[in-house]
């Protein structure tokens, strides 16, 4: 017996609910020390930690924590109503400022109190955030050398094999490790998508933007700016450049326009042009 728990020291598995109950309950009271006791169950190899019972009324002197009359009639009324089947499977409590391991007072807590081979001791540190778990190695507490954080899905119940578990040092954090991974690529791909409908958005946009002003430019009457050639000397447009716009202006008046022009026959091109249509509709 004893050979074989020396070779395989107890396996723990506490659900991530309550890592994180413990370290509410621990940062509530910043500088002083707090406990409360595990619930679970137990077999041969596994320890299993779904619930815990903040330790109302336990004295808090100083750095140390004590298990009173009081406390156990408190944890033990909240176990039989809500945990009848389960067990007391350990105890946590906090060690604000001052690190994870056990004093010996908290060894003498353990051995009086949790003294069943699979019982545990969790140790939580509010300030540095680090977390530790102790237990049974034959007649010694060691601190053991890893755990599984159990997700609520996955259940104390649901057994080795059915989900892969994350099984970490004991000096990690391991519900950050466990929750944070998921949430950043779930966060990145809303990120993407978000991109993406932004820049769909801009572009449909700017399509629509674009036809439009197509359309309007074919359908409206428009102006359209020709450059011409102007003759350097007399700043006038260049002879065969200046036809279209002279000609029509002087249309209308074409008449008044062929009297002057019969007079004084010293008169320039832009009467030309004018003669030149009339013939055109004789
Ligand atoms: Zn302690």
Not at 8 to 14: C, D, F
Not at 38 to 44: C, F, V, Y
Request: charged share 25%; glycine share 8%.
């Amino acid at each position: 017996m004893s050979e074989q728990k020396k070779e395989k020291p107890a396996t723990l598995r506490i659900s991530s609910d309550v890592a994180r109950e413990i370290r509410q309950h621990a940062c509530s009271y910043h500088k002083t020390e707090v406990c409360g006791v595990l619930i679970g169950t137990k077999d041969e190899a596994v320890t299993s930690i779904v619930a815990c019972i903040a330790g109302a009324n336990a004295a808090q002197g100083g750095t140390h924590v004590t298990f009173t009359q009081d406390t156990w009639e408190h944890i033990y009324k909240i176990k039989d109503r809500d945990y009848p089947n389960e067990r007391i499977v350990g105890w946590y409590h906090s060690h604000p400022g001052f690190g994870v391991f056990l004093s010996d007072h908290d060894t003498f807590i353990h051995k009086n109190f949790f003294s069943s081979p699979q019982q545990v001791a969790w140790v939580y540190d509010p300030h540095s955030d680090e977390e530790g778990c102790f237990g049974w190695n034959g007649e010694l507490l060691e601190r053991l050398s890893k755990f599984a954080v159990v997700d609520r899905r996955g259940g104390e119940l649901a057994g080795a094999g059915e989900k892969p578990e994350p099984t970490l040092s004991g000096s990690g954090s391991p519900d950050e490790w466990e929750d944070a991974a998921p949430a950043k690529s779930e966060e990145k791909d809303e990120d993407l998508s978000r991109l993406a409908r932004t820049v769909s958005f801009v572009f449909s946009h700017l399509a629509v933007l674009i036809l439009g002003g197509l359309l309007v430019w074919y359908l409206l009457p428009h102006i359209v700016i020709l450059p011409v050639p102007v003759d350097p000397q007399t700043g006038q447009p260049l002879r065969e450049y200046q036809i279209s716009p002279s000609s029509d202006s002087k249309a209308p008046n074409s008449d008044q326009g062929r009297s002057n022009a019969g007079q004084s026959s010293g008169q320039r091109e832009p009467s030309k042009p004018a003669e030149t249509k009339r013939r055109n509709v004789h």
